[in-house]
């Protein structure tokens, strides 16, 4: 983690990166702090032990299925090389 033109960064190696407050978008406490500016940040930190990390756990699952065949026209595609015709109303 490190601040940048005044934004706070975080690098794949800090455990923010798999942290709920991050990750949801809900406010982290710790990177709300560095943003309003009441914890400054002088060097680059890597954040393995946060007091305020919650593990943020994905719950999605691989499902397989067969691809649908392709559905094929009844009379053999004889339709669709006409002309269509478009009917219209009146002018009254």
Excluded: W
Excluded at 47 to 59: A, D, L, P, Q, S
């Amino acid at each position: 983690m490190y601040v940048e033109d005044g934004v706070v960064r975080i690098e794949p190696d800090d455990q923010c990166a798999t942290c709920q407050y991050f990750l949801k978008g809900v406010s982290c406490p710790l990177i709300e702090a560095l943003g309003v500016g009441i914890v400054s940040l002088e060097i680059e930190v890597s954040v393995t032990n946060c007091g305020f990390y919650k593990e943020f756990k994905r719950h999605l699952q691989v499902i397989k299925t067969e691809a649908p065949e392709p559905e094929t026209p009844s009379d053999g595609g004889q339709k669709s090389a006409g002309k269509k015709t478009v009917k219209r109303a009146k002018k009254l």
